[in-house]
């Protein structure tokens, strides 16, 4: 018997190893994690996951508190399934497939999760895709006509609820996954098959808190928001008590949403409206005499618009209230709020064309003329602005609404790349990206004749052209807009003035802007980017993301997502006086007036001279108290608050996907009997053995 234990010991003491063969090569297995490695495979990609409002939930989420586990199958339209699957889903079939789900309950109940596949070329296959609704946000709309379909191809998906867990692949794990449905297809009647592992368990379907006020107050889910950023040129003396300048105010938002989380790019709707107001602010820090402008000019990007308008609507209350956050801002002197909307696709046969989205006012008509002006300075390079079909209900979803929720007899302009629907096809969608982009200078070097094969090619599928959005035309509404500013500030009347043609948009940095804030490579770790912060992410998304702590108009770093941190920096940088007077950061930079641009990259930072200014973004019906949220009641006063659905997301643990084979039960089932069978023989046998040699023995 000792001899026995001594064996086992040495036995499970001995390094366990294993070695696989394959393509001539040898893998050893020395540790728990190499085995597990080999036997389950981490799959990349993007989750879609619950959010939560005061009515309800949207999104995705495994039904329960376990992981889900289904074997995987490519979809087919036409076939049932005969047991809980993992489907592989092909971009052509999203839209037909979650509309089945929601007419077919019985195919419905044996969907386990869904895995999307990911594809180079799909933009240019498929006519468009938007899981947004017909008409965005209707219910913020300062117009009666709802029905209108401003996103005609809509179809409203990523506004349902789904019990079951959904992942956007990456492309490597597309071409995997295929393969891998493949093999099960092929291998139906065998013991073995392929399952994906899902892991999306969402603490609001754990707890049972389904709806934003108990989430928030059984803390599990946090409110969707951010930090919206402003900046004004020249910068505002807060010490002098003549502030009355009126406000010329414009406005672009740098959140985008979709169906996955991690993957909302929105490269048209709405980073091309982002980029041309950097690119137009970057125009106007070279224009001399801006301090002599009779109007000031303030800059303001939102985050939080796709969800309910949080920052255009958490900055008016901001102003009510005269907050630290908008300092040397009176709403009072607001004379025009410019917004600055989709204009990626501003580019059609070789000309940018854009249209002015209006709510009528002397203002208005004033800005309106002032484009004109504009436009006529840039007629050399084939830029013109039209005004919007007057058949339009009103001004396109935009964060002009909440402005005129408030106040109805407010003077706005959105300037869009479209008159009467979105020109961008893939709105709110992961496909909102910057494609291979066609590039300024490729548009005004090539030759027509270079252009013409390169369009025949491309058509015949030679090659791989995606122009979803147009540098050109970002750099040309960028020119307009700085042009337009610079006109309504100065009171200058004269398109041929040499001031105004010599502001000149740069179109090198709206390339890098394109490369930095729509693309893996570089991403946020680009030159431009890395000159102001040390990003978090390499890769961007905008989605809006939670509200870290409690909102303040001096945030920590680690409160503010990559994206806001750059763009405070950027304005601060291209809205400083006097230009080339920096100084090392101390305790004195803001009292002086001062904010500190570059502190994260050398730990010093730069002492510059700027008002620009962080405002949170976060649901009005929402208040901070001894460190829980809390959801205050509708206030009449507030129109756009009794309508605000209190946007949340579901906390969790940990989200993953992983594939890995197993063996069928019944196979299992007839091995644990083999196994029970051979252990009874064998123990008959040694009896009989045992006995027979007992016997021969005493005969002996």
């Given at each position: 018997m000792a001899l026995k234990?001594?064996?086992?010991?040495?036995?499970?003491?001995?390094?366990f190893r294993l070695s696989l063969s394959g393509n001539g090569q040898t893998t050893s297995m020395e540790s728990v994690p190499d085995l597990q490695k080999s036997m389950y495979m981490v799959v990349d990609g993007y989750p879609c996951v619950r959010l939560v409002n005061l009515s309800g939930e949207i999104g995705c989420s495994n039904p329960g508190r376990d992981k889900?586990?289904?074997?995987?199958?490519?979809?087919?339209?036409?076939?049932?399934?005969?047991?809980?699957?993992?489907?592989?889903l092909s971009m052509d079939d999203v839209q037909g497939f979650f509309l089945r789900i929601s007419n077919d309950s019985s195919f419905d109940s044996n969907v386990a999760g869904v895995l999307v596949e990911s594809r180079v070329e799909i933009q240019h296959k498929l006519k468009g895709f938007s899981p947004a609704?017909?008409?965005?946000?209707?219910?913020?709309?300062?117009y009666h006509n709802t029905n209108y379909e401003w996103n005609p191809i809509g179809s409203g998906i990523m506004w349902k609820s789904y019990n079951f867990p959904v992942f956007l692949l990456s492309e490597s794990s597309t071409s995997t996954l295929q393969e891998i449905a493949m093999k099960n297809e092929k291998t139906e009647q065998a013991y073995t098959t392929n399952v994906a592992e899902f892991d999306v368990v969402m603490q609001t379907t754990k707890v049972g808190t389904h709806e934003s006020e108990s989430c928030l107050k059984e803390e599990t889910c946090l409110p969707l928001g951010g930090y919206s950023v402003w900046s004004a040129v020249p910068p505002i003396n807060n010490s002098s008590s003549n502030q009355s300048k009126p406000i010329i105010l414009t406005v672009a938002s740098m959140d985008a949403a979709s169906f996955f989380r991690d993957k909302s790019l929105g490269a048209d709707s709405p980073l091309?409206?982002?980029i041309s107001l950097l690119a137009a602010v970057d125009a106007l820090s070279h224009v001399d005499g801006l301090d002599n402008l009779n109007k000031q000019l303030v800059f303001l990007v939102f985050t939080g618009e796709a969800w309910g308008y949080l920052g255009s609507r958490r900055f008016l209350v901001e102003l009510d209230q005269q907050s630290d956050a908008v300092r040397g801002l009176n709403s009072s002197l607001i004379q025009l709020v410019m917004e600055i909307g989709s204009t990626g696709k501003g580019f059609s046969q070789g000309n940018k064309t854009f249209f002015a989205h209006t709510q009528v006012s002397s203002d208005t008509n004033e800005a309106l003329d002032a484009l004109k002006l504009a436009q006529e300075s840039l007629k050399s390079e084939g830029v013109t602005v039209s005004n919007a079909s007057s058949s339009n209900p009103g001004i396109p979803p935009s964060s002009l609404m909440a402005f005129l929720r408030k106040n109805s007899s407010t003077s706005g302009i959105v300037l869009e790349d479209f008159d009467t629907v979105f020109a961008n096809k893939f709105y709110h969608s992961h496909l909102d990206d910057s494609g291979e982009f066609i590039s300024f200078l490729f548009v005004f070097l090539c030759s027509s004749f270079f252009i013409m094969l390169l369009k025949l090619a491309n058509t015949l599928g030679i090659i791989y052209v995606a122009a979803n959005i147009n540098s050109s035309a970002i750099v040309a509404a960028a020119s307009l807009v700085a042009r337009?500013?610079?006109?309504?500030?100065?009171?200058?009347?004269?398109s041929t003035s040499s001031a105004l043609s010599s502001i000149n948009v740069n179109a090198s940095l709206v390339e890098e802007l394109i490369s930095c804030l729509l693309d893996c490579d570089p991403g946020l770790s680009c030159e431009l980017v890395?000159?102001?912060?040390?990003s978090v992410d390499t890769c961007p998304s905008h989605y809006v993301g939670v509200v870290l702590g409690e909102p303040s108009s001096t945030p920590s770093p680690n409160q503010v997502d990559d994206i806001s941190r750059f763009v405070w920096n950027f304005l601060a940088d291209r809205t400083s006086t006097p230009k080339g007077t920096t100084t090392v950061c101390s305790k004195d930079c803001s009292n002086n007036g001062g904010v500190c641009i570059r502190a994260e990259t050398d730990g010093k930072g730069i002492c510059v001279n700027s008002t620009t200014r962080y405002v949170p973004a976060y649901s009005t019906r929402l208040k901070l108290d001894s460190g829980t949220w809390k959801v205050l009641?509708?206030?009449?006063?507030?129109?756009?608050?009794?309508?605000?659905?209190?946007?949340t997301e579901s906390n969790w643990n940990t989200i993953g996907l992983r594939v890995y084979t197993v063996q069928e039960a019944a196979y299992d089932r007839v091995v644990l009997l083999g196994g029970i069978s051979v252990t009874v023989l064998a123990y008959l046998a040694i009896v009989l053995i045992r006995a027979y040699i007992t016997k021969a023995l005493k005969q002996d």
């Open positions: 234990i001594v064996f086992l010991i040495l036995l499970f003491s001995f390094r889900v586990v289904a074997p995987i199958i490519k979809y087919k339209n036409n076939k049932e399934l005969g047991q809980p699957s993992a489907i592989l609704r017909k008409f965005p946000q209707a219910e913020f709309a300062p091309s409206g982002v337009t500013l610079y006109v309504l500030a100065s009171d200058k009347k004269d890395s000159s102001y912060i040390i009641p509708p206030n009449s006063s507030d129109p756009m608050g009794m309508l605000d659905p209190v946007w």
